[in-house]
């Protein structure tokens, strides 16, 4: 896949064009993708996706301790190009795009520098200043200047259309399994291992601290999950915990993400960490004392193991 962080010297055979934030790259998303390869194949075209950095809603909400999105933009850029996309074209989104109207979007970046041929937009899709480029504006203009458009309808999944708004809630719930379901592959974060206070270590449960490589990258819900731990190239079990760890905090709680990796021992302090939520054990709460803890992780190891089994089946 051709990235672009210009729309300068984009050489590009009929290319087949959407624009969007895809956040996430999620089922609905590869849903749009597979009808432009399809499109692509049926006028000997490429595709071409033409995505915002920074998240057009840290420069629209201006409020950025609010907003959480589901990819960075080296993860959205990866899962893209796993969609099979030939051309990835990463705008930054500044006050010029934002307040650019959709006609003068489709003229002087749409036909004049990439030359677009086909047009795919999702069900609901709008773009431009006031929000003025929905479908039936931009059909009408592709007829005047030489490009079709195609609208794809919503994908709906057990019964609830498909969004990055639907993810979103979902994971702030914890139901990182229908997540995953939505987005078509379990949901990530990648971190780096920091210091911490050890304290698991003293319990039997030695945990690393992760510090997210993107602050406004979305966290799931506080609390204990399943997950599966991508290390120097080693796919590896642990459980994983969400929060303040209300019996051992010492009257200052910090939120914290710690991973207990299961069977392993190393110092992996500074190493960079992907970590994939592939279920939830329970919320966070403060026991009695540190034995009803410790008795608590036991259990969760095994509830942890579980589903690492059960999710090894999963399509």
Known sequence: MNVYHTLERILVRRPVVSIGVFDGVH???RHLFDRMKEEARRIGGETVVITFWPHPRLVL??????IRYLSTIQGKQELIEACGIDHLVILEFTEEIRNMDARTFIEEVLVKKVGVRVLVMGFDHVFGRDRQGDHRMVAALGEKLGFRVVRVEALVVE???VSSTL?????????VVTAERMLGYPYFIIGRIV????????????????RPDDEHKLIPRDGVYAVRVILSGHDLGGMLNIGVRPTVSDGFPTKTIEVHIFDFHGDIYGQDVKVVFMGRIRDERK?????????????D??????????????K
């Open 167 to 175: 993810i979103r809630e979902l994971l702030w719930a914890g139901d």
């Open 61 to 66: 909400n201006r409020d950025p301790e609010k």
């Open 159 to 161: 019964g609830r259309t």
């Open 195 to 210: 210091g911490g206070k050890r304290l698991g270590r003293s319990l039997g449960f030695p945990t690393a601290n992760i």
């Open 27 to 29: 089922r609905g998303h």
């Open 287 to 299: 026991f009695q004392d540190v034995e009803a803890l410790v008795t608590q992780l036991q259990r």
């Open 301 to 314: 190891r095994e509830v942890a193991l579980a589903i690492l089994e059960g999710s090894s089946h999963r």
